[in-house]
């Protein structure tokens, strides 16, 4: 089976589309079938004659060349039009003509380069053959050369229209490729974010916190801690061609608990029973960025959770007692304005900001099996 693949592939390497070669030996045997004998293309006007060894060296000429035509079409429509100039001019009159404008074709559809120059010379040889076989007693009229050279330029548009389309299919896969890696990108730009700035907030806030209790040294070593806590954050926040960390959201309730150690009260109340998804993530980090704002900006201020898991749906709600001086641009860098675009994706709803009492909603509608 291995060695059968390789061959394919190889076979695919040389030959390029596998039809090239069912069409050629079908053109060669069905050339040589005695009820199909001066029965194929007939151009220039020779009289019939009988096949005999010069007959199949131009029926070979015309047909084995199909065989790797798709890697080399210059030289293969050059061999093919030696073929079907012998089968004319000798009278023979094959179904190997039928090679002519497949190989045509072919060139019209993987000529990279020159293509005009290619162009050119084929009229011109064209001209020569058509005068040639005036000469030589061909009683081929001037509109039937006319109509065969119009025959062979349909030929060779349709090929260049097959690869005008290919090249527009490629421009098309590589552009959304290029977009998706794009929005690849922001994705875990904003699940970076997400995941770190929780964390180093919570650092930097007990480090400043813990300068107003401790001697000069020790503030010293805190005010150190705390600054690169910030530098951190602001370093975090302009990788945007990191690799995905490679692990998923922790509980909500472990990451609520770790922001009652740092010192923000929370009230925690999950409704429902979480479903296997992708919303609960989301809803993770709508509950972690709403967290790390009220530590940051309201420490000390009581904040309740609230989770609710229903029917095809996770919802949020996180409020906080004191109000938060921040805006969804201005306050969570790529936090806020970043979970509004990544719920709208989801056609899901996303709101934060202030209330009617002074104090800061989050509020979150997640629909449950959207991609994260």
Known sequence: MVSLRRVSEQWRR???????????LTLFAGSLLPALQSHGTQFGGMPNRPYDLLAVAGIALQCVPLVVCARWPVACFAVVSLGFAIDQFGGYHSVAGTALPIALLTVGLRLDRHRRVVAIAFSAVYLATAIAFASLGGT?????????????????????????SRAAEEERRLRVAEETRTAER??????????????????????????????????????AVADTGRRAITDLRHLLDVIDPGHGAEAIPTLVERTRRAGQPVEFSEQGEPAAGDAGPVAYRVVQEALTNALKHARGSRTSVLVHHGDGEITVAVD??????????????RGLAGLRE?????????????????????????PAGSPS
Do not use: C, K
Not at 350 to 357: K, M
């Open 320 to 333: 906080t007692e004191e109000s938060l001086s921040i805006t969804e641009s201005t306050g969570g860098g």
């Open 14 to 24: 040389l030959s390029g589309p596998v039809w090239y070669l069912p069409v050629a």
């Open 342 to 366: 990544r719920i709208d994706r989801l056609n899901g709803e996303f709101s934060a900001g202030r209330r009617g009492d002074g104090g800061f909603s989050v509020r979150a509608r997640i």
């Open 140 to 164: 081929e009229p001037v509109s039937g050369y006319v109509t065969f050279y119009l025959a062979l330029v349909l030929a060779w548009g349709i090929g260049t229209w097959l690869r005008s």
């Open 186 to 223: 922001a994705r875990i730009a904003a699940e970076l974010h997400d995941v770190v700035t929780h964390h180093v907030t919570a650092m930097v806030v007990q480090a400043e916190a813990a300068r107003y209790l401790t001697d000069a040294p020790l503030d010293q070593s805190l005010t």
